[in-house]
């Protein structure tokens, strides 16, 4: 909170209030356009979600005259059957049967890679040498095999074969039966690639009507929402298994492809893929990459038929007769089993069946190309609005519309699926809104307990309670002058200012205190620098105002060397003085910190009565690295422009720190003495010593960088012996951790 009251106040500092929310919201709007565009997994996932739920709610009415039959290979089949596989005749029996009942496709979600092992051939070449069977191995031989049986069956029938696409394989897939008639793109280069593939073994798939990819291609979560109606296999275009089943049944012998760059498809010279499919009358409403939403029906088993009842005596050839028939396996142990936003096991055979539904029925899930667009206009709108309202009326407007139009915008986009499948997003935009409206509504608190906070500040000790309350409540009525321009501010603290205090009486403490700070403001002054005020042991100065300095940086810097000559006389004073009197002497020591950035400075009052100050990140950051002197034990901190701003001095850097407000890290610096300094031999070893350890210990090599210390301590450099100490203590600190048990 801390971090956010000073960036927001350096903020309308450069803005003014009335552009401080803008700014905040129009920032958290540009952002939100940026991921969408960009779509990481995250607000992708979000999206698909909620397509999940839209099907969820309003899944497709499947047919009830179900043109499309799975004959299962499920548990039933199995044990009446046999084992799987089964010997392909009984596959010949199964196509022969379905053939003759009238089915206008027969298509096989089943790769058959390998051979039949039961063919009269394997009998026969398995007992050749046995005497009993010495005149009936070669008759059997002469038979045709069983993969022979199968092939003549799917000759005879309206048959389509599946394959598979695979990366690791390289097996031709087959035939291509289907004929593209192509406009605009190669849709080769949008469509899911696949170096080779698994295909059916040789001369089975020699009379089919058709051959079709069985590819699933899942989300990141592994749930199927998509079908690749067209792959490409090692440059070779090839239908889909549903798409070529629906193909062969319609007779159809061409599909249309239109990419981008086909007539009438304006992508202004963009290759943005696929813009539409059509097979015989069937509009197929694709994705670029070729890709069909599935909007599924739930599963109904007057789909389904058991492959032993096909088989059975009493199989009626009236539930197959005009039908398109998959035969696949539905048994969980054949592990053909597919997740679906509608269901987590559904089998494969099954989902070819309802694409093959869907397209017939003309009932699709379409996300058109307008979709990200649509919602980014709507969350930009919204956005702009919630800021106009978040200005104008007050954030419980701006909540109540904001509520009413992500209400609205998700039931909208609900009832656009339900009545055309068209998917639109309304969750993302909605969240963007959301949190674009928090994030106003903080920023406006913010801004408001700042402005209450430093009007009660700076005017508590000057005005009646009544106005400064009165100014808190309007603060647009404070009106006072500054500027913006650069400045390097000072912050000198006394370290154990307590321990020091504890035995002095309050004349005695207020007396060291002049004594102190007379000379340590004398050395700010003698560098042309502003004392801005006292605070308790504490003092802040600044350069650059009201006079321009352009060697502001290193004015400071001098001055601050200064502080620290002026104080090792005050220290010797008062060690003599100790030791006149008996007491135990204890030396005073100070930190500095000092920093250098834009800030506004000006009358911080009215005009009667008013302090000239300082108001900005600068300033936190400087108190910062005067904090940060006691953690590194060296009494000069200063920021890398600071550093920049005075080259000739030495300085060494001693660490990366992430000030307040501010996301990346910087360089912070130890001053350890002038150019008198930073010229000497001395100090060029020790920078390039310091260079070595501090790059090691950065990189963690423990035993690099204590030699590398232990180089830097052999160079004796007064100024560099706290660092020493600090880096030692840090190094030891790590080693601790590094061997302590776990």
């Known amino acids: 909170m801390e971090r956010l009251k000073a960036f927001t106040g350096w903020l309308r500092r450069r803005l003014g209030n009335a552009a401080l929310s803008s700014a905040v919201i129009a920032a958290l709007i540009t952002l939100s356009v940026a991921l969408r565009i960009a779509d990481p997994a995250p607000i992708a996932k979000l999206r698909l979600a909620s397509f999940d739920t839209f099907l969820q709610l309003s899944p497709r009415q499947a047919d009830p005259a179900f043109p499309v039959k799975v004959v299962a290979i499920d548990e039933a089949s199995l044990k009446v059957l046999g084992q799987w596989p089964w010997p392909r005749n009984i ?68 048959s389509v074969l599946a394959f598979a696409g695979d990366n690791g394989a390289e097996g031709w897939p087959g035939k291509v039966h289907a004929s593209f008639a192509k406009a605009g793109d190669a849709p080769e280069q949008f469509v899911p690639f696949f170096a080779g593939s698994v295909a059916n073994v040789a001369g089975l798939a020699d009379g089919v009507k058709g051959l079709g990819a069985a590819n699933w291609i899942p989300e990141g979560d592994q749930i199927v929402r998509r079908v690749p109606l067209l792959i490409n296999v090692a440059g070779a275009l090839y239908p889909s298994l549903s798409l070529e089943a629906l193909r062969v049944a319609e007779g159809w012998s061409t599909i249309f492809i239109k990419s981008s760059g086909g ?72 592990l053909d089993i597919q997740a679906t936003p509608l269901d987590d096991a559904v089998p494969g055979v099954e989902m070819h069946a309802q694409a093959v539904e869907q397209i017939l029925a003309g009932d699709h899930a379409v996300r058109p190309a307008y979709a990200p667009g649509l919602e980014i206009v709507f969350l930009v709108g919204m956005g702009g609005l919630t800021a106009w309202l ?102 000198a603290d006394v370290r154990g200012f307590s321990g020091i205090a504890e035995g002095l009486s309050a004349e005695e403490l207020v007396a060291f205190v002049n004594r102190l700070f007379t000379p340590l ?43 620290l000559d002026q104080l090792d006389e005050l220290n010797a004073q ?68 600071t550093a920049r701003s005075a080259p000739n001095l030495a300085f060494i850097e ?75 203590a840090k190094l030891k600190e790590g080693a601790a951790k590094h061997t302590s048990p776990q």
């Not at 409403?285 to 909007?295: A, D, I, Q, S, V």
């Not at 608190?445 to 808190?472: G, K």
């Not at 502001?552 to 001055?559: L, P, S, Y």
Request: neutral net charge; hydrophobic residues 45%.
């Open 91 to 158: 596959l010949a029996r199964l196509v022969n049967r379905l053939s003759q009942a009238g089915a206008k496709a027969i298509a096989f979600d089943i790769i058959l890679p390998e051979a039949d092992r039961l063919s009269p051939q394997q009998f026969a070449e398995a007992y050749s040498g046995e005497p009993q069977f010495g005149d009936i191995a070669p008759v059997l031989g002469r038979l045709p095999t069983l993969d022979q049986r199968l092939s003549k069956a799917l000759a005879e029938a309206p």
């Open 263 to 334: 007539s009438g498809a304006g992508a202004f010279g963009q290759q943005t893929g696929i813009e539409v499919m059509r097979a015989g009358e069937s509009i197929l409403p694709t994705n670029p990459r070729g890709e069909l939403w599935l909007r599924l029906s739930a599963t109904d088993p007057r789909r389904t038929i058991p492959a032993h009842r096909v088989l059975a005596a009493g199989f009626d050839p009236a539930s197959v007769a005009g039908k398109i028939v998959f035969i696949g396996a539905t048994a969980i142990g054949l």
């Open 390 to 491: 978040l200005g104008r009326s007050g954030p419980i407007l701006a909540a109540a519309i904001g509520i009413a139009a992500i209400a609205a915008v998700a039931v909208g986009c609900f009832q656009a699926y339900r009545a055309s499948g068209l998917l639109i997003d309304p969750v993302y935009p909605s969240l963007s809104l959301a949190f674009i409206y928090a994030a106003g509504s903080l920023t406006n608190f913010v801004r408001s307990e700042n402005e209450r906070r430093q009007v009660r500040s700076a005017f508590a000790n000057y005005l009646a309670p009544e106005l400064v309350e009165e100014l808190v409540a309007h603060p647009e009525k404070l009106k006072l002058g500054g500027e913006s321009r650069e400045v390097t501010l000072l912050f």
């Open 521 to 563: 403001s004398e050395a700010i002054i003698a560098e042309g620098g502003t004392i801005d005020k006292f605070m308790g042991d504490a003092v802040m100065a600044f350069w650059n105002a009201p006079l321009a300095d352009p060697r502001h940086g290193e004015h400071a810097c001098r001055a601050a060397l200064r502080m």
């Open 574 to 641: 008062l060690a003599s003085e100790a030791q006149s009197s008996g007491r135990v002497f204890k030396p005073v020591q100070i930190g500095v910190g000092l920093n250098t950035g834009d800030a506004c400075v000006g009358n911080v009052g009215c005009p009667g009565r008013f302090d000239y100050s300082v108001l900005g990140d600068v300033v936190n950051v400087a108190s910062r690295l005067e904090a940060l002197t006691k953690s590194y034990g060296v009494a000069i901190i200063v920021g890398e422009a």
């Open 654 to 728: 001693i660490d990366k720190v992430v000030p307040r407000g501010r996301s990346q890290p910087e360089a912070i610096f130890a001053l350890l003495g002038d150019e008198s300094v930073a010229q000497g031999l001395q100090f060029r070893q020790l920078q390039d010593a310091h260079r070595h350890f501090y790059s090691a210990m950065k990189s963690g090599k423990r035993e690099e960088a204590l030699a590398a210390l232990e180089d830097c301590r052999a160079i004796g450099l007064a100024a560099y012996r706290p660092l020493l100490q600090s880096y030692s």
